[in-house]
């Protein structure tokens, strides 16, 4: 049957199939409600798996070979090695030489040194990709080029997707720092320590065949096993599995741009002064330029009230890292480690605390912790004047980012975008953005270095703010200021064709990228 | 269909349906294969619980009704809080104060001090318990007077049949010494630690409702979350949920017995002249008399020869602990905690990891890690002249004790039974045993006071101990001597009914315990 497109919650049309797969279109927050069972893997036993708990296999294409590797299959990977990974291009460079075809590559993120999955997409060897595509990757994808629909999920969507089993993965390749012969694994010990594996847990409960790559093995027991070896098949050992310099860049700095300094002031200040910072708060900074400085102001001003957060969410730094061991925060509940800092301190210290996709952001789980944050600091691309937000294309309409844990941490209690009112003399805040990735009902507070918006649903926060000195505007005239300076934007051009699907937190899809008209 | 009587692979009729459920009769070691898929529970959404994460309930039996408490449920509980639990009382006071009829109890174990729960089978309130039932529950069902049948399953057993739904649990109760009102959970802080929770691990994967129950309620993020929130649908604050001096008793102690400390030396004398303690060696010593006299023995040859151990296998308690602090075992990988050293270190000590029946002991994973140890000391109540055990019935044919961890722990490589040669002038190696729990092929030695059997399948560790001064005789010999001292012990006089089955590992049915005639 023809494909239909549907208009979904927020207006935007899309399909009710992708890649011949029936979707549901998005229904609002909290509208769609699943009636199913989680997706229920095969029972295995004992009596298939080597006793004396040895699972080592001599090289990762024997190992694929022995999981069955075979066309059509999905083959997930992870993206805790960031930039430095080097296991992914490896897995399909061997299905190029074996004549391998129409995979689905289902990363839970890709990035620019998976460059090389071009040549693999062009050959036929990959049909598509389901996870976020920054950069080159995207970028194909925009110009129309990659055979399949791409799928970007947020990290918590990605969990919820495998859970459900929207997405059953094949063959899982969990490339790992440290691990043991029985598959335990972690990202804390070696020379590619990424910190932890979190990525990879929905991989490692729900795929069929689980091989594990490390280049540090250690004898069993593997501990921390942050992966449990109970999941894996396969474990490889190979030279390397990432580049140290590119997983952890130890580079995080801090913004030195005056406007990005001033729109991290102004944040801070509004936090203070809606008493959103107290003793027992708990918040979300990341590790962007701008959310960096938040986080120190943040740091300047519990020092000076004598007050300290239960806990902080992390992608973590140094900066966060201090802030831990001073005290300032109780804990950390961590994604990702961005510096070694973070890798040493999660190694080191139990209130450094790993988390995953199921414990952070799956949507389709009995809660998250995501709703418990106080604050939350996140970018967009875009934001509409109904607070609407994108966080995957740019405004010249090209793919270029993924949601990463963006739409899940929308959750939070006071939801807070810091972005500058235009970016190479284009307006950021617009009457329709390109993509909508979060419904505007989540998003409380915009700040800009020319003022701040508070969403009309949060009457509590205009209320509170009547007095202040800060320069509070309405989204309407922030969006006119920027008119103003850079003129009102072009429109893109699009083909009809459908590139990838945005799919919410709940499975559903809230908008659609076309190809770009070049 | 009425039930049939089927020979199974150790020779013992068992039935081909408990309680109404069809059963797989025992196959052999490794030869029953499972084809099916895990059991899936209900899609949960975020939008049925608080965003703030407050799943607070004002009392239990608001959570049970909320939970939907009906008659014929399966209600679980654990027992990391051994004779000292109060909660699993309260449940069912509280089901039987409603009218609630023929539940199924599903403990990971029973204790003495739910000898309560007689009252409630006898009002009908439950209807049969599947799990150990150590003591006066076991007697009352040996006596016949258990409603339904009862089944008995190992720690990995108990795992393994919550993974595959052959028990699907409606309402989990876990009682917790420390959570935050979101759910997570654990058992290393409050006055009622008890160390760990990972026997009731999957009651919080695969349970249709879940609630925490805990007297020590702290802030969110309950820091270690031994027990995911993620998982949990009501949290209830109460006074007590376990007397502390009846959790930890604190007073393990080494045994006085000069025929048991012989049986201990025995023990470790074979270990080190069979070289089965050497450099990176691992062990389960347990936590008896006997068992902690051998893991003293243990340490004084790794120190005399300058070696350690890899790791050991806990039950933990204080003379564990102090071999890890001074380095002689690299790690504890801790099933249970039975003393407050046992406790304070899992808190303390990265090294001692509190580890669950997933990744220790579930024969329906890929690997587990029982198979890895190469030293394993058990108790047994009989032995045949196979190797085959018992360790649930006593030679009066009651039904006295739990399974445990001890079939799960048959998969070590050593496999030792170091037991007296007769009890109270009834002896322990006999022609049959009244029950097999484990079969013989997987039993490597047994040692006596009187003496050293070799299990004739290990042809390795006879031939290694030709020489070897130690009075090493055949299993017959050492039953032959038994006779003389006791004489021929009489047969047991039991009546048609069966009153429990004996799982094995992979579900399947290994024998059956019959109505004791009195």
């Known amino acids: 049957m023809a494909t239909k497109l549907i208009k979904n919650a927020v207006g935007r049309m899309v399909p009710d199939k992708i890649n011949g797969q029936k979707v549901t279109p998005y229904k609002g927050v909290g509208k769609y409600r699943p009636t199913g069972r989680k997706f229920a893997p095969k029972i295995a036993s004992c009596a298939d798996y080597p006793l004396d708990g040895n699972k080592l ?19 997930s990977t992870h993206h805790h090695f960031r930039n430095g990974d080097l296991v992914a291009n490896m897995i399909f460079k061997i299905a190029h030489e074996m004549g391998i075809k129409d995979l689905v590559w289902f990363p839970s993120a890709s990035f620019p040194c998976q460059e090389g999955m071009i040549e693999y997409m062009k050959a036929g060897t990959i049909h598509h990709i389901e996870g976020s595509m920054n950069g080159p990757l995207g970028k194909f994808a925009s110009q129309g080029k990659m055979k399949g629909v791409g799928v970007l999920r947020s990290h918590g969507g990605r969990y919820q997707a495998v859970q459900d089993g929207e997405v059953q993965i094949d063959i899982a390749v969990i490339a790992a720092p440290t691990a043991d012969p029985f598959g335990n694994a972690n990202g804390v010990n070696g020379s590619s320590a990424c910190g932890l594996l979190g990525f990879a847990l929905a991989d490692s409960q729900y795929a069929d065949k689980v091989i594990v790559v490390t280049d540090n093995l250690v004898p069993f027991p593997c501990i921390p096993w942050q992966i449990h070896g109970n999941y894996i098949d396969y474990v490889v050992k190979i030279d390397q599995v990432g580049i140290p310099e590119k997983i952890v860049s130890g580079t995080t700095q801090i913004t030195k741009s005056p406007d990005r300094l001033h ?105 998250n912790f995501a709703g418990i944050l106080d604050i939350v600091i996140l970018g967009a691309t875009e934001v509409d004047v109904n607070f609407n937000a994108n966080v995957v294309t740019h405004s010249d309409g090209y793919l270029l980012h993924g949601i990463g844990g963006w739409q899940n941490c929308l959750f939070g209690k006071n939801v807070i975008l810091p972005i500058p009112l235009f970016r190479d003399r284009i307006p950021v805040i617009r009457d ?26 949060r009457k509590d926060l205009i209320k509170k703010m009547k007095n202040s000195k800060l320069p509070i505007k309405t989204i309407q005239e922030l969006k006119e200021e920027a008119e103003r300076i850079c003129g009102k934007p072009k429109a893109i051009e699009f083909e009809e064709k459908i590139i990838a699907a945005i799919k919410w937190v709940d499975g559903t899809v809230i908008d659609v990228v076309k190809k770009v008209k070049e």
Chains 1, 2 share one sequence.
Do not use: W
């Not at 950390?332 to 414990?359: A, C």
């Open 432 to 457: 329709e953005v390109t993509t909508i990735c979060g419904p505007g009902e989540l998003i409380d507070i915009i700040v800009t270095e020319r003022g701040i918006a508070i969403n009309p649903l």
């Open 263 to 367: 729109i991290a002031e102004l944040t801070a200040q509004f936090c203070e002064e809606a008493e959103l910072i107290k003793d027992g708060f708990s918040f979300q900074a990341g590790a962007g330029g701008t959310a960096l400085s938040i986080g120190i102001y943040f740091g300047e001003i519990m020092r000076r009230k004598g007050i300290k957060a239960a806990f902080a969410r992390g992608g973590s730094n140094k900066y966060l890292v201090d802030m831990l061991e001073e005290g300032l925060v109780g804990y950390i509940l961590d994604g990702q480690t961005f510096d070694l800092d973070g890798v040493r301190s999660m190694r080191d210290n139990p209130r450094h605390v790993n988390t995953s996709p199921f414990t952070s952001y799956n949507y389709h789980g009995k809660g």
């Open 57 to 75: 296999v001599p090289t990762l294409k024997k190992a694929l070979i022995k999981a069955g590797l075979k066309d059509g299959m999905t083959i």
